[in-house]
């Protein structure tokens, strides 16, 4: 089953003095989130990312479409028990200890009375706030609000997590705590949606990255595939003083710098490229096949395409700005 | 429908809004009312024999009413709508949490801090009575039935509250509370004015007149102060409106709440 | 039914039920209280004290007792009450606190003075009112016009009523009518001319309802009194030129004494008694008359001119 399933969903905002001008914080967003994965949602500040979490979680009304979480419609109150959520930069009750707040929020969450203090200290020991139990929240360093954000997502054991920039205001080893918590929860089978512009977090933890930007969902993709070794590319470094005409002509694409020239073209090429080098007399120095990384996959996605430029234009012309 | 989840839920909430609340300010007024009003029964014994038990009552349930509406209005305020700027509220809604659960739990919460507010505060208006009497009258029973008059006005300005809060800026509910809150308390005027005043403005004048909380008659201060009693039916009358009054407010919360954008 | 539909419903439902629910519970206290709000303002009778307690606004606490003021008057007269102690402290407070604040004045002048339920019955006190006024706004022609009218009315004092029509008259704006009825006052004071000219400046001098309302009652009073007097007088001269009582209006006008069949403002039509007095067809109806009524009634009342809780 679809933990996830996103249908055209679009959030629309009147801005401007008399309200009528409208900016589109989401365009139509179609998406599946597989159950048991770990999806990362990614994007610069102001892509979208929250927006499309606010929306799920129903604290923003969307303008158009709909989604639908577990199976039930978004809307469902149901859907609240079996999901959590960390918003970016959570804010607590101040004169709430850690502990209150846990257990207020599983009295809400519905967690039985039974074994809920228990599964409150249990909860803080998995996020390192066990000493910080008592203390009240409104003398918590941002850091460690972030683990009270994490311990309430997680508290009543839902079968979804929903994390806005989980690793923000976290230092070193606070984020590879929150790397091995999310493991954990993907090891005990939950799904996790976290949005995040860190690009080697969603590398080493996503199973599948989807990358927005100015409300629009650029693409999806898994890691592994966007990742592999082979993208069908080598790069051949050797000394030359400029770009040898025989080269641009395989479709290389190659840089000059000092007495080296970097050239990269598709790896059927290779024994035309050696040809090339050999009859000018030119010196390899290296050969090696191109690793693809997700940067350069994101920075492709975050660049307009023609099309996407010119539906921008028309946008802008009709008072639809972004 | 799970209407026990419901009721507990709204339980929960009200209980942590009065936790909140307590371990917020209202200790700190306590101490300072306390202290004004025994201060103020001392100098009053000082001035003359005769009037000291009006003053006490006057200044005791004025200083009641006053500071409780103030109270009710900045804790309410910040109760609710500070929540929801600084963001506080996203993860309790994400919760099966529904919005209508949240507003009326928040009512209670509130309702309940002033509730025991005032029943602190009434002690130290019957301790200062008592030093100043040196004992209690029959006529003291109409003191409760005013302290009870000022726990229904609570009622009616934690709802109006709540009910700015769901839509305005924390700065504009205060406002718009408090200034309800002064025009209410002149509205058997106001209704007067309407009447006299013809064409449109006095059909204006009516809407809003009716429309406006009733605060004056909730005040039966200066009579109590003489000692005199307060009318059984006003006691019925008011009770029903004051609570039919918060139910339109916070009917009124609900519905702006459900549909609005949390930024 | 989606869940965020039916609360919505639930809410709707809630709203307007206890919105009109409290509008119920707000006409009952209202009426409940009627008459307390007055008390209440006057729990506090010392305008010093209310001044510092208005916090400067003091301008606004009048008006407030001003609304009260008219408010109170205009319940009692509803209820057909003769009680109406509370009138004059509410319209000395309101004056102690806005000296300026003329309708009040015109108000006392005008309901303090006559015998209930017309008034309050307390024509000193109109009086002492009236010249408070007169020395905080000693330019204001409608005052002096209010004290001479009371002197004339009240009192019978017709040289205090030329007295204070004549300073009136003085002033720098005033009314035209205020000089005739000085001198109206040396020679003519109890003519019905005289009356009917005080009641018009009167109409003329306020705008309030209520006021002018009175005065117009009265203007009708006394057309009917005038004519009254005339018919009688009239039908004792067919006697001495006859010798007998007329039997009917149809003698005197076959006599040549009247023209048609003179009837009263309200357009009906005198009738002839047999011992040669007129009465009026409905005593009831018109109010203020001293003539034309049945031997042993008294002077009918006015019915409510305004009802408070009508609009």
Known sequence: ?322 | MNSGGMNSRIGYIAFNTFREAVRDRVLYNLIAFALLLSGAAILVGEISIDIERLVVVNLGLTAVSLFGVVIAIFIGIGLVSKEIDKRTLYTVLSRPVRRWEFVVGKFFGLTGTLVVNTFLMAIGVFLALLYVAHKFEKMDVWVLVALYFIVLQFLIVCALALFFSSFSTPLMSAVFSFALFVIGSLAEDLRGFARITHGVGGWVATAIAYLVPNFSALNVISQVAHGDPVPGRLILYNTVYALLYSAMAISGAVLIFQRRNLK | MSATRRVNLVAIAVLFFSMAGAMAALHAIDYLRRGSVAQDALYLRSSKVLRRLSLGYTGLLADIYWTRAVQYFGEQHHAGSRDFRLLAPLLEVTTELDPRLLPAYQFGANFLAPQPPNGAGLPESALSLTKYGIEHNPEQWRLYYNLGFLHYMEFKDYAGAADAFAQGAKLPVTNALMSILAARMAQHAGEFDTARMLWVTTYQSTKDALIRENAVEHLLALQVDEDVTRLEQVAEKYHEQTGRLPASMGDLERAGFIHGTPADPKGRPYKLMPDGRIEVQDPESLYFITKGLPPGAAPPQPRPVVKPDSK
């Open chain 1, 1 to 322: 089953m679809a933990a996830i399933e996103i249908l055209d969903l679009e959030k629309c905002y009147l801005v401007g003095f008399w309200r009528k001008r409208r900016k589109l914080a989401l365009r139509p967003l179609r998406l599946t989130i597989e159950e048991g994965e770990v999806f990362g949602f990614l994007g610069p500040n102001g892509a979208g990312k929250t927006t499309t979490l606010k929306l799920l979680m129903g604290l923003v009304f969307p303008t158009a479409g709909s989604a639908r979480i577990l199976g039930m419609d978004m809307d469902d109150p149901r859907v609240k028990s079996q999901i959590g959520f960390l918003p970016e930069q959570p804010y607590f009750y101040d004169h709430l200890s850690a502990r209150e707040l846990l257990n207020y929020f599983g009295q809400l969450s519905g967690v039985p009375a039974k074994g809920r203090s228990a599964r409150v200290e249990q909860m803080l020991a998995r996020v390192g706030l066990s000493d910080s139990a008592g203390m009240q929240l409104r003398k918590f360093s941002k850091g460690m609000l972030q683990r009270v954000g994490l311990a309430q997502a997680i508290l009543h054991d839902p079968k979804l997590v929903f994390l806005d920039e989980p690793m923000s205001g976290l230092d070193p080893m606070g984020r590879r705590e929150v790397r091995d918590l999310i493991q954990q929860l993907r090891h005990e089978g939950k799904t996790v949606f976290f949005s995040t512009h860190i690009l080697s977090d969603a590398e080493a933890l996503c199973d599948r990255v989807g990358i927005i930007h100015q409300g629009e969902l650029r693409g999806v993709g898994a890691i592994a595939e966007l990742t592999s070794e082979r993208q069908g590319k080598i790069e051949i470094i050797f000394h030359a003083q400029k770009v040898p005409a025989g080269l641009t002509s395989l479709g290389a694409e190659a840089r000059v710098s000092g007495d080296m020239v970097n050239a990269v073209l598709p790896e059927e090429q290779q024994d035309a490229a050696l040809e090339v080098l050999r009859r000018d007399g030119l010196k390899l120095i290296s050969l090696t096949p191109v690793r693809s990384s997700l940067e350069e996959y994101y920075i492709q996605k975050l660049r307009p395409t023609d099309v996407q430029r010119e539906v921008r234009q028309e946008d802008d012309r009709k008072g639809v700005g972004v």
